[in-house]
T-cell receptor, first 115, second 109 residues
Framework: EAGVTQFPSHSVIEKGQTVTLRCDPISGHDNLYWYRRVMGKEIKFLLHFVKESKQDESGMPNNRFLAERTGGTYSTLKVQPAELEDSGVYFC?????????????FGPGTRLTVT | KNEVEQSPQNLTAQEGEFITINCSYSVGISALHWLQQHPGGGIVSLFMLSSGKKKHGRLIATINIQEKHSSLHITASHPRDSAVYICAAYMEYGNKLVFGAGTILRVKS
């Protein structure tokens, strides 16, 4: 069974440009999460989808970030326009309930560098 | 102050040593993850636990929900154990994970 995949693995863009990150969760997982680690800080929650609905987007830093999960399968996270402080590693995770627990499985991350 | 605190931040050990990494949290949680990330690699789940103790090979994780504390132990450490170890707590309500800052472990041969 394929794990969580993310694309691209690395992205280098200039300030003001747009970048779209993609996450493909484990097949059948209803829950999809986006997290971010900026340099020197702990990983922080961005948002949580249940199927195609946003369950919790309390961690989204500002309205330059837009996440979608059309059809409840893969998700995209768009940053427009990108700023220097958006640089970091963006992780995606997915989960499905099993015995009342929701163990999350992580993707390899996308390293975003904004210059 | 972060809701999940880890210690130590950095740890250097000699091959074969017994290693302990600690995690404490200040809020109600339903479960806790111990995660591992090798340099340049993705995040791998080592354990998810909500009570007691779990063991997998040379790794042991314990949690005391009442004391809001968890530990990860590595027995007979090996250079390939060198990685960042992260604890992450599932908040009591919802599925959001709150992460510790991570412990950078280096095991020397």
């Amino acid at each position: 069974e394929a794990g969580v995949t993310q694309f691209p693995s690395h992205s280098v863009i200039e300030k003001g440009q747009t970048v779209t990150l993609r996450c493909d969760p484990i097949s059948g997982h209803d829950n999809l999460y986006w997290y971010r680690r900026v340099m020197g800080k702990e990983i922080k929650f961005l948002l949580h989808f249940v199927k195609e609905s946003k369950q919790d987007e309390s961690g989204m830093p500002n309205n330059r970030f837009l996440a979608e999960r059309t059809g409840g399968t893969y998700s995209t996270l768009k940053v427009q326009p990108a700023e220097l402080e958006d640089s970091g590693v963006y992780f995606c995770a997915s989960s499905q309930e099993e015995d009342g627990q929701y163990e999350q499985y992580f993707g390899p991350g996308t390293r975003l560098t904004v210059t | 102050k972060n809701e999940v605190e880890q210690s130590p931040q950095n740890l250097t050990a000699q091959e074969g040593e017994f290693i302990t990494i600690n995690c404490s949290y200040s809020v109600g949680i339903s479960a806790l993850h111990w995660l591992q990330q090798h340099p340049g690699g993705g995040i791998v789940s080592l354990f998810m636990l909500s009570s007691g103790k779990k063991k997998h090979g040379r790794l042991i994780a314990t949690i005391n929900i009442q004391e809001k504390h968890s530990s990860l132990h590595i027995t007979a450490s090996h250079p390939r154990d060198s990685a960042v170890y992260i604890c992450a707590a599932y908040m009591e309500y919802g599925n959001k994970l709150v992460f510790g800052a991570g412990t950078i472990l280096r095991v020397k041969s």
